[in-house]
């Protein structure tokens, strides 16, 4: 435990995390304040009042009390409209806590307040303990260890990955930084300093890089621009400049990176595994029998990245079927061809790294074992 820690500190410490913090005051509107409130009073009428307004319409009076920040105590009145006409409504009922944006002019005088949001954080709180409970319970020391590597994994993309891009970093190069940290990280916490943990982190890296340039190549010559996602249409007017392409193709390595990580992790440890149980096992048999697994785990893997794909795009491709389009015009939409790129390139990245991983772990195993076979008897250990 104490190598892992010395690792990781040499790892962070070499990486000068305070050049790339982001200054609040090039994304922050001085002039609104963004708080929580607790809804304490909730007056409900029809909006019946106005010639070009729907009748169906509710308007709620609120009054809400601000919890935290510069207006903490203070009681502001809010009025908000749940229109029947829209999918997306915040419906607020009393006891709720919501957030607010509070509005001041230049010598910081209050002009007025609007509803921001929901406040979800704490039932998302809720969640994220049940998770790290079953973990630990289920899991034990591999468990915490898991739960270490998420927390690294977050703070490597929230610390590292973000604030280069805002920088005006390269988006691909940031994601690449960003792999090899959560790869090195995750698997030496995971499995330790030895030879499998380095086979699986060159199948992992292998996999990763063989995903992204392949989404390069087909992303230039399919046209790929990257701007047809909604919220890369709003980075554009945003106060930082960003490459959005290279964006896209960024998310594409870093979606990856975990279904290839947990392929080269399990490949490894099943070649070293065997090597351990049967000694006289030759290299040409550890390949064959890696293969035989890689086989195993590669179909259940692509699925997992493909249907997680399927899955965030779900209400647009049904979006695009309810507008009776053919497959090819679906197909052909940037949209859908962006999310199929993701998919096929997270997946021959995956396909890739079974025989590299099988190739690094049988070679670093067959090696292993010829060096403790060399051993004199008086070092070899029982």
């Known amino acids: 435990m104490k190598k892992i820690l010395l690792f990781l500190f040499i790892i962070f410490c070499t990486i000068n995390i305070s050049t790339l913090n982001v200054k609040a005051d090039t994304l922050d509107n001085p002039n609104i304040i963004s708080a929580r409130a607790k809804v304490v009073g909730v007056k409900e009428e029809n909006n019946s009042t106005g010639i070009s307004e729907n009748k169906g319409d509710i308007r709620q009076i609120i009054t809400v009390q601000v919890t935290n920040g510069k207006y903490k105590g203070k009681v502001l009145t809010i009025e908000n409209t749940i229109r029947s006409d829209l999918a997306y409504n915040l419906d607020i009922h009393e006891k709720d806590t919501i957030l607010v944006l509070i509005m001041e002019d230049k010598n910081g005088n209050y002009l007025g307040v609007n509803i921001e949001d929901m406040a979800r954080d704490t039932y998302l709180l809720y969640l994220v303990l049940i998770f790290a409970l079953l973990m630990i319970i289920i899991g034990k020391l591999k468990g915490v260890k898991s739960l270490i590597t998420l927390v690294i994994t977050g703070f490597t993309i929230w610390k590292v990955f973000i604030p280069m891009i805002i920088k005006g970093y390269s988006p691909i190069g940031a994601s690449i930084l960003t792999c090899v940290l959560i790869s090195i990280t995750t698997l030496v916490i995971t499995s330790g300093l030895n030879n499998k943990t380095l086979s699986a982190l060159f199948g992992t890296l292998s996999g990763v890089i063989i995903a992204g340039v392949i989404s390069l190549i087909i992303g230039k010559y399919a046209n790929i621009t990257g701007f047809a996602n909604e919220d890369a249409q709003l980075l554009i007017n945003a106060p930082i400049k960003i490459d959005l392409k290279g964006l896209l193709f960024a998310g594409i390595i870093m979606g990856s990176l975990g279904a290839v990580m947990d392929i080269g992790i399990s490949i490894s440890s099943a070649i070293f595994e065997l090597k351990e149980v049967n000694k006289k096992m030759s290299k040409k048999d550890l390949i064959t029998s890696g293969m035989n697994i890689g086989k195993d785990i590669m179909g259940t893997m692509s699925n997992t990245l493909i249907l997680a794909y399927v899955g965030s795009s ?66 070899e250990v029982n």
């Not at 997946?347 to 025989?355: D, N």
């Not at 099988?358 to 074992?369: D, H, M, Q, T, W």
């Open 314 to 379: 779900i209400q647009m491709i049904l979006l695009f079927v309810a507008y009776n389009m053919s497959a090819s015009e679906v197909i052909n939409k940037e949209l859908i061809a962006s999310e199929i790129l993701r998919a096929l390139s997270g997946s021959i990245g995956l396909v890739c790294a079974i025989p590299i991983t099988v190739g690094i772990s049988s070679l670093l195993a067959e090696r292993k074992n010829n060096i403790t076979q060399e051993l004199p008897d008086s070092l």
